[in-house]
């Protein structure tokens, strides 16, 4: 994912479309999208415009269709928000929301595994605690 492309929640169900079907047409992620979550036509249209707009996105037209393929890798994407969102967090925190987000999710059998490999990997290394990093170069007491 570029750093910086920013995908809204809505954007978001049109990519796991075209990164699902490698190219697709408008017709088809509108008549996906409508049997999921009731879109008009005119809202799916916006959304892949403003995805061509972001660089997410690539167009052509064929006949009287266009051709959607997706520009960003969708793994690479996935990670960078992850990224994102756990560089914005306080790190006392990270553990305690990756813990929520692994007991949230629907994982495999070979998930799990590689989570506890990962795991068992990092603890050889991990410190006993986690400091604060809300407030740089401050003795302030965290309150999380």
Known sequence: MTKGLEITPAEWQVMRIVWTLGETTSNQIITILQRKVDWKPATVKTLLRRLVAK???????????????????????????????????????????LNHVVDQATLSQDDIKRLQQTLKEKMATAPETVQCNCVPGENVHCQH
């Not at 167009?59 to 269709?65: A, I, N």
């Open 55 to 97: 660089g997410a996105l690539s167009t052509t037209r064929q006949g009287r269709s266009f051709i959607y393929r997706p520009l960003v890798a969708e793994q690479s994407t996935m990670n960078q928000v992850a990224d994102d969102l756990f560089n914005s967090i306080c790190e006392h925190c990270v553990g305690q929301t």
